[in-house]
């Protein structure tokens, strides 16, 4: 290992470890060397290390054993897919998503309660309009309405690859703030609350593919030109 920059000690601390361990250099059930070692090969603090590692179990890598230490989990990329699927052009990242989105909704609104509507309805007003300033802070919070559907059907595949993948969605929300595609106003977002209510799987579908579909047909348009 080589010592890192001084800038963005934990992200490049993150990357020095993982690109390690994706390099077999444990294999997987192998203890790490303890945060003083690890803070020696990399010229940081332990404290940059212990960071490092948090990230790196919850990414998958490692795990941590009371009392014991820290052991590689697995060895694969697991970030290959995020890379992959940024690579992506925008009108695939929104299927994508649609496809997230959508079964999301459907389960949402088989397993509805008094409970997540309420909270739904909480975050959407919590979103409001964007009014052209703050734009992280309305990603975030569109984000964050987005999450809750995904929440509310209390699948925790479904909420844990929404999470992995939410940088990428928090993108293809940005994308929606130009002027080239058309953001989904406030009713559109209020259907799907509406559709999930009902208890009806297929209204909650429809109700998510129709928030879609302006911005897809935008896509569409701007590929073909």
């Given at each position: 290992m080589h010592a890192l920059a001084k800038t963005s000690l934990v992200d490049s601390a993150v990357e020095?470890?993982?690109?390690?361990?994706?390099?077999n250099r444990w294999p997987?059930?192998?203890?790490?060397p303890n945060e003083a070692k690890l803070s020696q090969f990399l010229s940081i603090s332990r404290g940059t290390v212990r960071e490092a590692v948090r990230v790196l179990v919850s990414q998958g890598y490692l795990e941590t054993r009371q009392g014991s230490g820290t052991y590689v989990l697995s060895t694969a990329d697991a970030s290959r897919p995020l890379t992959m699927a940024r690579r992506a052009n925008l009108r695939d990242q929104f299927e994508a998503r649609l496809a997230?989105?959508?079964?999301?909704?459907?389960l949402a609104a088989i397993r509805q309660s008094p409970a997540a509507i309420a909270e739904l309805r909480t975050l959407l007003e919590k979103r409001g309009n964007f009014n052209g300033s703050d734009k992280a802070g309305f990603v975030a919070r569109d984000l964050a309405f987005h999450k809750a559907v995904v929440a509310a059907s209390c699948n925790s595949v479904l909420v844990h690859m929404y999470d992995f993948f939410s940088t990428l969605i928090s993108e293809t929300i940005e994308a929606t703030l130009g002027e080239e595609l058309q953001?989904?106003?406030?009713?559109?977002?209020?259907?799907?609350?509406?559709?999930?209510?009902t208890g009806d799987p297929e209204q909650a579908d429809a109700a998510v593919r129709r928030f879609m579909a302006?911005?897809?047909?935008?896509l569409e348009r701007l590929l073909a030109s």
């Open positions: 020095a470890i993982r690109a390690e361990i994706v390099g997987v059930g192998e203890k790490l997230l989105d959508a079964e999301a909704a459907r953001e989904p106003d406030m009713a559109s977002h209020a259907a799907i609350i509406d559709a999930i209510e302006p911005v897809l047909r935008d």
